[in-house]
């Protein structure tokens, strides 16, 4: 009779546990390696006084990151930020004196939540690519801040205006409370909810997610929704600080927010990432512009070194999504 070879197993994929925990944590040592560079080449940079002005100036940005990674979890993308965040400032600036601070900010959330649902009804219902629709919304909605403000700086004679973005407590500008408030509040949603865990389900893979019933489509828009709450309040923050609303004030925002999101090791994919990796990615960021700008480098030299660390970053997610299949 004759012998039949069985077939060998196939031997299992080996391990290299320090090259995981660096493809895991390596926003973190890129953190820490940053950290120890700048306090060599701008000694003051651990300064009380220059750790809150980080912070400060980050705040906008910051908050904007919060809602985009809800977006780039959920599988989708939006570059209209912007624009709400300048409709947001510009809005906030010019119905300060007739409303009062608080009833301004209140229009300011309604018109951003307004915003929001467009986006998420044109992606969820019309299906349009995400990248294309909110395109498309960013321009609609930038123009109409331009109409709105007669494409004219908005100064509002209330000096409460400025209360968001100058005021302290205890110190520290409100500004850092309420960025913090609104990480620890996206950190909670995400890894503590119902809510987040489907929103990595659909990230991850939105058919068997809808076959689960989920209901993918309210999800997806509502990321949409949160996504232009932040950027409102980031624009509220940003004129309030300034003094003044501008149409032009978001013209970096979309990028810098992306960045940051990438940054921290959200995949452009979805299904993938965490709050707290976009804290890190905004730190990253933050620290890294404040050390250029404390050394006099030029701002065309920032720009070069984000979009290599954009793309740095995107290429690990990508060999780190390889290594793991």
């Not at 509002?156 to 960025?179: C, V």
């Not at 404040?290 to 995107?314: E, H, M, R, T």
């Amino acid at each position: 009779m004759t012998n039949v070879p069985l077939s060998r197993p196939a031997a299992p994929r080996r391990r290299f546990p320090i090259r995981d925990v660096f493809l895991q944590f390596g926003v973190v040592w890129a953190f820490v390696i940053l950290l120890v560079a700048s306090a060599i080449l701008y000694p003051r940079v651990f300064d009380p006084t220059n750790v809150k002005n980080i912070l400060s100036q980050a705040a906008p940005v910051g908050i904007v990151s919060v809602g985009m990674t809800f977006v780039m979890i959920g599988g989708g993308f939006d570059l209209s930020v912007g624009a709400i965040f300048a409709l947001g400032a510009v809005v906030f600036a010019h119905l300060t004196d007739p409303l009062g601070l608080w009833g301004a900010a209140g229009v300011v959330l309604i018109a951003s939540t307004i915003c929001g649902v467009i986006n998420g009804l044109i992606v969820t219902k019309l299906r349009v690519n995400p990248f294309v629709a909110t395109l498309g919304t960013g321009s609609a909605f930038g123009g109409y801040a331009f109409i709105y403000s007669d494409a004219a700086p908005q100064v509002p004679n209330d000096f409460n205006f400025q209360y968001l973005g100058t005021e302290a407590w205890f110190g520290w500008p409100i500004s850092i409370y309420i960025l913090i408030a609104v990480f620890l509040f996206g950190a909670f949603v995400l890894a503590r909810s119902v809510y987040g865990r489907a929103i990595y389900a659909t990230g991850g893979n939105t058919e068997a997610s809808r076959l689960s019933g989920i209901p993918v489509d309210v999800l997806r828009a509502s990321t949409y929704v949160m996504t232009a709450i932040c950027s409102g309040i980031g624009g509220m923050i940003l004129a309030s600080r300034l003094g003044v609303g501008q149409a032009d004030m978001g013209g970096s925002i979309a990028l810098d927010s992306i960045a940051i999101v990438v940054i921290g090791g959200t995949s452009l994919l979805g299904g993938e990432g965490a709050m707290w990796r976009t804290a890190i990615g905004l730190l990253i960021i933050a620290t890294l512009t404040n050390v250029f700008d404390s050394l006099a480098i030029n701002n065309n030299y920032q720009l070069v070194a984000k979009g290599v660390i954009v793309i740095g970053a995107v290429a690990l997610d990508i060999y780190a999504r390889r290594i793991r299949n």
